[in-house]
């Protein structure tokens, strides 16, 4: 069985920063992408960023220059800084990791459980 857990998640001002964790535990075998999505009250669930096994990372517009993913292939965990958050930033937050276990032979998309950011005075 492979889980994702996330932490991180919490009350901030605007302006204020956090940093999100997600780990990966369970029979894995290797670890593509990994990813952070987002959804809004309401909305669709979207992708802020993510990066590739060999440290190339992308994000969204929306949160270009304000947020850094970043990864630890040796503990199996993505991160997400976030600084300089607005309102609009308020969601729960999804990690997805695109892995392939250990007993599997296909790459295959897992999430987290979601972590609730909220940014408000």
């Known amino acids: 069985q492979v889980q994702l857990v996330e932490s991180g998640g919490g009350l901030v001002q605007p302006g204020g920063s956090l940093r999100l964790s997600c780990a990966a535990s369970?029979?894995?075998?290797?670890?593509?992408?990994m990813g952070w999505y987002r959804q809004a009250p309401g909305k669709q669930r979207e992708w802020v960023a993510s990066?590739?096994?060999?440290?190339?990372?992308n994000y969204d517009d929306s949160v270009k220059g304000r947020f850094t993913i970043s990864r630890d292939n040796a503990k199996s965990t993505v991160y997400l800084q976030m600084n300089s958050l607005k309102p609009e930033d308020t969601a729960v937050y999804y990690c997805?990791?695109?892995?392939?276990?250990?007993?599997?032979?296909?790459?295959?998309?897992?999430w987290g459980q979601g972590t609730q950011v909220t940014v408000s005075s």
């Open positions: 997805k990791f695109q892995l392939r276990p250990l007993y599997g032979r296909t790459w295959t998309d897992y």
């Open positions: 369970g029979s894995i075998f290797s670890i593509n992408v």
């Open positions: 990066i590739t096994s060999d440290g190339r990372a």
